[in-house]
């Protein structure tokens, strides 16, 4: 390790020289917090015996093994699915609306003193004989002519059953019975539904025989015996019930005409016909046996791929503390991805196989909760607003590269939480992803407040500080002179309306094309503003050096027939490079076309190619006092650089771009480059304190170029303005309830209002419910900058799969 906390092992060039190989470095590092294990200093490992292949699983013997065992189902982005239990619906209690209720109860209160008046006489009526007669049946001895009469007490028991079956008809008409059964016992799902009919059809019998439920007291409703006396009056005798099957077979059809419509209610019949479809089906194709599921811990896949002894191994690792979350997911990743000798390496390294080149397994401290399987880092809650979706209610708010490949666009002034709640943790979640492979970070903090400790990164590049230790290479080891123009250019006045991008680039290559011919490498900045300001004896010792060279020549002949001209870029590129030559930067920014070679020599030169080759730690310190421009030219120049070399094919780690500070670095071209790094396995990360910090034309268009959006509390209206319209709107059902005053007509009606106004002291008024569906923005401009609670965010999120989640309120302070 260097004096500032750097490694200079590996990446500080595109294609460095490995470290031989060796036992890995392993410093003390203190525990983490309680979301990732504590890393423990491996010891020499020697291969374990086999543990049985089946069984139960044991309780997690320590807690890498608890943390690896934890659930991670597949969740909506954005959400912490370490230990996710997606929340159930909450249960609606239907209630009946009091005049519901009313309207239900009336009705079966006025049959209840119907029917009792009944009984005891108190409804005077003419009771007729019952005549029966049918023109083709003649064994009851009576004709059309000459009918037959029934009267006697049998007759009146038939009477009380048709005068019993119309009440109940009109009262369950009238009080709506059948629509509320329909309503509280139609629609519950299945077995519930048929449970709950059952428990009404039990009931129902109750009343029709209760002498078959013990305990009841109540007498039988008036259906079996009407039924039974209509048999008598059409028979004439009480012959036919001296047969047993006779009875019983009455008994059976009263039942089944009692329980029959509460079977349709419950939906007996459909629901016993698809378990009796779904057994056959289990009884025709028997599964195979289900296998008993081992914890993540023993390593599953690896004992399914055949692998025990390398299982084992790790097995025993994880159980004795010797593995923390890092190694975890660096051996998963490796596995993952089919790295040869597989078995090999980790019987011969266990736990430390595919180490970091640094030698490190984790970070000194961490200051948020990571899980490294998922590759989230949780940075909030989200709230259980009405508007959120019911798997955001009380989840964890997490980040990781299926969404940070997107892009991400944090705006809120300054004090609001961006770098404490946001930009540190992705910083640090990114460095450890790096730790296992599968991330390569470069950090860009703002000046004078550095990201992270030194002893988390690979490479720190102080710009403008002697004790630096690398120097940052303003063409990232470009090869062909307009790609690294192209670069430069950008760098210089991307941010600039009266300098057009290609023509600056243009006279940038006629420079160092012809300039790479004769020395082998690019200029260093001096040289190069000398040049483009047309120095008299640069531009002649160049001359003279390309004499051979007639393509050369020919470039360096168009540059000097420009200098000067109307419309000529090389001045405002000269001034923007005098920004970078000053004594303070004296000994950076000396351009290298060969790996390991500086002009000055007093720092080594580090190419940012490098990120697209290793999974490497990279943070630049930009210069303070003074120096805000030239900050902010070179943060321009990290972000044309980073777009540049993250082409690179052949790539399989994720790489991301952290802009701690990105005022003044969106151009036209910067936000082309933004919309592009999606489908390169990459991503930026750009923090803003307002909007007003990117030209106005860019507005719509960096919106649309990232893909995640976050507003923070304090945002100005104005900035908020730009936000809703990016959100867009979406349907809302809103109820509005008018009081209209009713005026009677009546002298007795207007005397009854008369006394309720005196009584209440409110005229009589009658509701009108109107239920209708409008279009609201998501979250407006007042609301983002007047309804958003200290510590708390906005954010709206896309992965690279095109999976949405709406802004939605985060807080940012547990």
Known sequence: MNSDGTQDAWGTQADPVPRPAGPPRRPAVPPAPPAAPPAVPPRPVRAPEAAPASGPAAPPSSAVAAWLDEARPAARPGVWRFGYRPPKAARVVERLAPVTV???????????????????GGIPYQFAPLRLFTPDDWWWGG????????????????????????????????GGWLGAARHFVGRRPQPARALLALLCALAALSFVFPSAFPGVGWDALPVVDPLFSLVVLVSGSYELFASPTFTDTLYAVITLLVVWPFALLG?????????????????????????????????????????????????????????????????TRAW?????????????????????????????RRGARHDLLAGQVRIGRWVADERAPLPY???????????????????????????????EPLTEALSLQALTGSCAVVAVSSPGSPLGSDAAFDVIVRIGDPSSVHDL???????????????????????????????????LARLLGPYRAVHGRFPALPVLRELLEGEPGALSALREAVAGDEVMRRELDARVRQTGAPGDPGRALADRLALLDRPVFADFFGGSGRPGEAEAGAHRAFSLRAVAHHPLRVRVDLPERGHEEAARLITRLVLAQFDAVVREGGRTHFACLVLDDATGTVTAESVRRVQRLRSRNAGVVLALRTIGDVPEALHGPLYGAVGCRMAF????????????????????????VAKHTVFADQPMTRAIHAVRKLVTGRAVTT??????????????????????PPGHAVLSLTTVGGEHAPPLLVDLRG
């Open 102 to 120: 009313v309207g239900m109860l009336i009705p079966l209160v006025v049959a209840l003193v119907v029917w009792s008046l009944w009984r005891q």
């Open 143 to 174: 004709t059309i002519a000459s009918p037959r009469t029934m009267e006697g007490a049998e007759a009146r028991v038939v009477y009380d059953g048709v005068f019993f079956a119309v009440l109940v008809c009109a009262m369950g008409r009238l």
């Open 267 to 331: 939906g007996w019949w459909p629901y016993l016909r698809e378990r009796l479809a779904a057994r056959r089906a289990n009884r025709e194709r028997p599964g195979p046996a289900a296998p008993v599921e081992r914890p993540r811990a023993q390593w599953p896949e690896l004992r399914d791929a055949g692998q025990h002894e390398a299982a084992d191994v790790l097995t025993a690792e994880v159980a004795a503390g010797r593995m923390n979350d890092v190694d975890c997911a660096r051996v």
């Open 336 to 364: 993952t991805a089919g790295l040869p000798d597989f078995r090999e390496t980790v019987l011969r390294e266990a736990g430390a196989a595919w180490a970091h080149p640094s030698g490190h397994r984790d970070l000194p």
């Open 393 to 423: 209610h009380d989840a964890g708010a997490a980040l990781g590269p299926d969404v940070l490949g997107t892009s991400l666009l944090a705006v809120g002034p300054s004090g609001s939480g961006k770098t404490r709640t946001l930009v």
């Open 473 to 507: 290479d303003p063409y990232a080891e470009c090869g062909d002179p307009d790609e690294a123009a192209a670069v430069l250019a950008e760098a210089l006045v991307g941010d600039l309306d009266t300098v057009n991008g290609q023509s600056a680039a243009t006279a």
């Open 713 to 736: 509390s304090g945002i100005t209206t104005w900035d908020g303005s730009r936000f809703a319209r990016t959100w867009g709107t979406e349907w809302v059902e809103t109820t509005e």
């Open 767 to 788: 509701d009108a419910v109107t239920v209708r569906q409008v279009e609201r923005e998501r979250w407006s401009a007042s609301r983002l900058a007047h309804e958003v």
